[in-house]
Nanobody, 112 residues
Framework: QVQLVESGGGLVQPGESLRLSCAAS????????MRWYRQAPGKERELVAE???????NYADSMKGRFTISRDNAKKMVYLQMNSLKPEDTAVYYC??????WGKGLLVTVSS
């Protein structure tokens, strides 16, 4: 049984940073491309960033330079470091494995 459990969300002020974590179990983690998606209120879910098993990364244009995705294959963890957060980054963030498996999501709110 595959499980993806996100942690690290919360309320921050504009300009601050936050790191999201996702713990994976039940999959051969190092083989899978891991992704972070987000869904803002009233909007469709969108890809934030992805990282292959070898560590190659790709980002949505609006996140480039501010967000960094990383992974630890030994710990079966994937991370999303988010810097210079903006109110428009407010969303539920989801961890995804292989485009198939999803975490429950966690809320990130950027507000003063």
């Amino acid at each position: 049984q595959v499980q993806l459990v996100e942690s690290g969300g919360g309320l921050v002020q504009p300009g601050e940073s936050l790191r999201l974590s996702c713990a994976a179990s039940g999959i051969i983690f190092s083989y899978n491309t891991m992704r972070w998606y987000r869904q803002a209120p009233g909007k469709e879910r969108e890809l934030v960033a992805e990282i292959t098993g070898l560590g190659n990364t790709n980002y949505a244009d609006s996140m480039k330079g501010r967000f960094t995705i990383s992974r630890d294959n030994a710990k079966k963890m994937v991370y999303l470091q988010m810097n210079s957060l903006k109110p428009e980054d407010t969303a539920v963030y989801y961890c995804n494995a292989a485009r198939i498996y999803w975490g429950k999501g966690l809320l990130v709110t950027v507000s003063s």
